[in-house]
């Protein structure tokens, strides 16, 4: 049969001891045993005991001095001591609680006395840890909370900042083209120029100097790569906005037709600055793919969040590939890196809200349980296959037709 609990007597007397040990016993304690205050400390700091049933007159070191080494030790201070004494004085109570007990006992005891307070005591310190557990494990996630909702709060200012910046690149896209436009009649206008002077010898030197002086032909070769840079830039942030909207979006009650691909490629262009140094992409996407009723927003999030677990599990240089693929009822996805992987204990963990095995600010352990979540939502699948050293794989099923 299992202990009910450790218990921890001191008494110099040998029957006393005995009478108690047999008795708690039977009550199925685990019963350990000292004669001394010092041989109290020793045990105690050995193996804690749950409570401690000590007597006052003890060579070496007496009940009271133990009490008090007991409580000015942080490791120990939170074991429950009950003092069983022969000396019946109010003073004698009182200094016993002075020191930290929390209960005093006189002898000759009453074997059901002593059954019903050792037993009180030990629900009270038991409830005392599990309240204080409890407390800590709210004030942990009242943090991830308060975490999470200042990154709902970015997502709310990053779909404005968005929204803010599509504008002005619309102005830009303008203006760029307009400029090679042009530019390209300016240089029609320029060449017409120098042709016209190269026929006239005394205009045609006067014109090769300013030229030369303005270094024109530099600058003519030189403006429209300047210009290409800004369209490119261009193109470049309208793809970053576009991601960022669709990771960002407010997703309409009702499911829209949408691209898989699209949530797939925003997602990587979301994480491009996390990856480009440490992971290879490659994807497999097939040609045909229907698009499927989801919340697009959501699902760019989920596949973000498995993206950016691949990517902190490779640690120098490693691949993530990506496999998109469909028959009649199911869109697969399938997203597998080279990374560091894991055991198979952990496996049946990692949908679990708050789980983590990253370090201490490495991640509130929320990711993949939002993922799990917005799977679900789409009456879809997802499970996970990974061993250690040898990378992880996600897969993931979405209706066709809903």
């Not at 320029?190 to 005394?202: D, G, I, K, Q, T």
């Not at 925003?266 to 490659?282: G, P, S, T, V």
């Not at 040609?287 to 919340?295: H, M, R, S, T």
């Not at 990974?386 to 993931?396: D, H, K, M, V, Y």
Request: charged fraction near 25%; proline fraction near 3%; charge should be neutral.
């Amino acid at each position: 049969m299992e202990s009910t609990g450790v218990i921890l007597i001191a008494d110099d007397n040998e029957n006393n001891l005995r009478v108690l040990s047999t008795m708690l016993r039977n009550e199925n304690y685990t019963v350990r045993i000292a004669k001394n205050g010092l041989q109290v400390l020793r045990s105690v700091g050995m193996s804690k005991p749950e409570l401690i049933l000590l007597d006052i007159h003890m060579p070496e070191l007496d009940g009271y001095s133990t009490c008090v080494e007991l409580k000015a030790n942080p490791q120990t201070s939170d074991i429950p001591v009950i003092f069983i004494s022969a000396l019946t004085e109010t003073f004698n109570k009182v200094k016993a609680f002075e020191t930290g007990a929390v209960d005093y006992i006189t002898k000759p005891f009453q074997v059901e006395e002593v059954k019903m307070r050792v037993r009180t005591h030990l629900l009270l310190r038991r409830r005392s840890l599990e309240l204080e557990n409890a407390i800590a494990e709210i004030k942990s996630v009242q943090t991830k909370l308060v975490q999470a909702e200042k990154m709902a709060s970015l997502g709310v200012l990053s779909a404005g900042i968005a929204h803010e910046i599509n504008n002005p690149i619309n102005f830009v896209y303008a203006g760029v083209n307009g400029l090679i436009k042009n530019f390209a009649e300016l240089e029609k206008a320029v060449s017409s120029l120098l042709e016209y002077a190269a026929a006239m010898p005394e205009l045609n030197k006067e014109v090769e100097l300013i030229c030369h002086k303005h270094r024109l032909a530099e600058r003519m070769n030189t403006i429209p790569s300047l210009a290409n840079d800004i369209k490119t830039g261009a193109q470049r942030t309208t793809e970053i906005v576009k991601g960022l909207r669709l990771f960002t979006r407010t997703d309409q009650e009702e499911k829209v037709l949408a691209s898989v691909v699209d949530s797939a490629e925003a997602a990587l262009l979301l994480l491009r600055n996390q990856y480009k140094l440490k992971a290879e992409i490659i994807r497999e996407y097939r040609n045909d793919l229907p698009a499927i009723k989801c919340y697009p927003g959501q699902l760019t999030q989920a596949l973000v969040n498995i993206l950016h677990n691949a990517i902190d599990a490779i640690k120098e240089k490693g691949r993530i590939t990506i496999k998109i693929g469909c028959d009649a009822q199911w869109m697969r996805i399938c997203i597998r890196d080279t990374g560091s992987g894991m055991p198979e204990h952990l496996i049946s963990k990692i949908f679990d809200p708050f789980f983590t095995t990253k370090a201490v600010g490495g991640g509130m352990g929320l990711g993949l349980s939002i993922t799990h979540g917005i799977i679900e939502k789409h009456q879809g699948n997802i499970r996970v296959e990974s061993r250690p050293n040898e990378g992880t794989t996600f897969f993931i099923e979405l209706p066709v037709q809903q």
